[in-house]
């Protein structure tokens, strides 16, 4: 993620990744109490874009809030050291990480003292760019009575990492999770859809996180004259969808080959995924003439 020269944006200020440090007496590192986001810069047609950089950052202002973080950052400051990061540390096209941490507190109460720190690398397609072998997972999403599921807390990761963990020690290549009244809620870091008799089907908000990148589905699925309905996702649902994808910042759109070891009949390719898939890449790379290929 980092090497001898790279730079970060801590506090107002680039530093060198290597020789910056954290408190050790602080909430975020013993309790998981901070509060992050992550983009992706494109390398476009028009220059270095970052894909919806202002709802990353609303979305960070909301996380932060809804655990009583303070945030005492502009987001369009903000955005401006995300590009200025990426120039100094010479990438076109980048994952970038914003981070807001506490600082020296041991409380088991909201914190007064934040910090925030952008990071950026090179990162491929989080999860590979082959179709995907899913499990329907042991482990549940948070229940949203116990934490906000729709802020990005870095403690609640802790259920994504053990849900992915096992989902690989057990041969596949990330987990769907079901939620607090056992229906289908989303991977350990990604929004789900299922295609079915031409239909695209993804759970209402409630019990999911708000992607962005499902956000920009629904709107994509809507642009194209997909239907597109957000409704409550069984098991079986998925099962015998005709074929299914993933979504996210880091994983951008990507095709489900087979849920617990049953494959989906739809070839990935004739899928309406795959177009949307395509059209998402149009989107973030900012080709507005591409052909959409159904
Ligand atoms: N679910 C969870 C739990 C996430 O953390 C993320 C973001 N990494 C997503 C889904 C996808 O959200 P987005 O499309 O905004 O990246």
Redesign the pocket.
């Known amino acids: 993620y980092y090497n001898q020269n790279t730079k970060i944006f801590l506090n107002g200020e680039f530093v060198l990744a290597k020789s910056a440090g954290v408190d050790l007496f602080g909430q975020s590192l013993h309790y998981g109490y901070g509060a992050f986001?992550?983009?992706r810069a494109y390398n476009t047609h028009n220059g270095t874009r970052i894909f919806?950089a202002e709802?990353?950052f609303e979305?960070l202002r909301k996380s932060c809030e809804s655990i009583g973080l303070p945030y005492k950052w502009n987001n369009r400051t903000l955005i401006e050291k995300c590009y200025e990061l990426l120039e100094i540390n010479n990438l076109r096209a980048a994952y970038i990480r914003p981070l807001v941490f506490s600082g020296s507190n041991m409380h088991l109460t909201s914190s007064e003292d934040a910090n925030i720190m952008l990071a950026a690398w090179e990162w491929g397609p989080y999860l590979g760019q082959n179709l995907l072998n899913v499990n329907i997972s042991k482990y549940e999403?948070p229940n949203p009575k116990s934490f906000h599921?729709d802020a990005?807390i870095s403690g609640?990761?802790i259920n994504?990492i053990l849900a992915s963990t096992d989902a690989i020690r057990n041969g596949y290549d990330e987990a769907l999770m079901l939620d607090q009244d056992g229906y289908v809620a989303?991977?350990?870091?990604?929004?789900i859809f299922i295609e079915k008799d031409y239909k695209i089907y993804t759970p209402p908000l409630g019990d999911?996180?708000?992607?962005?990148?499902?956000?920009?589905v629904i709107g994509i699925c809507k642009e194209l004259g997909f239907e597109i309905i957000e409704k409550k996702l069984t098991v079986q649902d998925i099962y015998t969808a005709d074929s299914a994808f993933l979504?996210?910042?880091?994983?951008e759109i990507i095709g489900i080959k087979q849920v617990d070891h049953i494959v989906y009949k739809e070839e990935w390719e004739h899928s309406i995924g795959a177009t949307i898939q395509r059209k998402y890449k149009n989107l973030v790379l900012e080709q507005e003439n591409y052909e959409v290929i159904i």
């Open positions: 986001e992550g983009l919806k709802a990353h979305r999403r599921i990005k609640q990761y994504s989303q991977a350990s870091s990604e929004n999911v996180f708000p992607g962005i990148t499902r956000k920009t979504s996210g910042t880091a994983a």
